[in-house]
C-alpha cells in the first residue's frame, strides 16, 4: 500500500492510498523539529543495504506498528528495520546510520 507523509504548518498528516485517492490514516500530529516542510513519498523508498555501507540523513518517521525507520538521505528515502537498533533513533535528527557486515550502528 503506498504511503506518504505530508508536512505543514508545523504539523505531519500520514496518508495511505486506497486505490482510489488518498486518505489520512493515524492522527494528526505535532512534527518534530528539524523535519522542514513539504510531500515525503514514503513508498518510494528503498530498503538498506546491510552490507559496509553508511547512510546519512534525517530520521523522518517511525512506523512502529510494520517496525520500519524511514530516513531521507540526500533525495531518496530509505528504509530501515527498527530491531537491530540499540536505542530507537531520534525522529527530525540528523544521523549516521553504518552497517558493518550486517551490524547496525547509529551515530
Do not use: C
Not at 516542510?37 to 540523513?57: D, M, Q, R
Not at 524511514?70 to 537498533?85: A, G, N, R
Request: hydrophobic share 35%.
Amino acid at each position: 500500500m503506498k504511503q506518504r507523509m505530508i508536512v505543514m504548518n508545523g504539523f505531519r498528516i500520514l496518508q495511505s492510498h486506497n486505490g482510489q485517492g488518498w486518505e489520512t490514516v493515524g492522527t494528526i500530529k505535532k512534527v518534530e523539529k528539524g523535519i522542514v516542510a513539504g510531500v515525503y513519498n514514503l513508498f518510494l523508498s528503498k530498503e538498506a543495504e546491510a552490507n559496509n555501507t553508511v547512510y546519512e540523513g534525517i530520521i523522518l518517521y517511525i512506523d512502529k506498528e510494520k517496525e520500519i525507520v524511514y530516513q531521507k538521505v540526500d533525495k531518496e528515502f530509505i528504509t530501515h528495520k527498527l530491531k537491530p537498533f540499540k536505542t530507537k533513533p531520534t525522529i527530525g535528527k540528523n544521523v549516521s546510520i553504518r552497517y558493518d557486515n550486517n551490524q547496525l550502528n547509529l551515530t
